[in-house]
């Protein structure tokens, strides 16, 4: 899990340095390296999640998970559009 926490973390800069770059094959490139190595972690962390509030169900511990990581992702992309929308360079 180490090896995709540092992968990811590493990809996620890259993307964050490409959407400057404002070249869409690149920035969409990145964007599949990061979900190369998020995505499969996804499983484990839910397990872990699980077996962390052991008395709590797993269904509502997974809901919950969803729910925050769908508002995350939401607050996420919103910062992102602005970066993306920027002042154009004259």
């Known amino acids: 899990m180490g090896i995709c926490s540092l992968g990811g973390l590493g990809a996620l ?24 190595f998020f995505i499969s972690m996804i499983p484990i962390i839910l397990e872990f999640a699980c077996e962390s509030v052991f008395p709590i169900g797993e269904g509502s511990t997974v809901g919950f998970l969803s729910g925050a990581s769908s508002l995350f992702a939401l607050i996420y992309g919103s910062i992102l559009s602005f970066v993306v929308k920027g002042e154009s360079p004259s």
């Open 13 to 36: 800069f890259f993307v964050l340095i490409m959407l400057y770059t404002r070249n869409i094959f690149l920035v969409v490139t990145s964007m599949g390296v990061v979900g190369l």
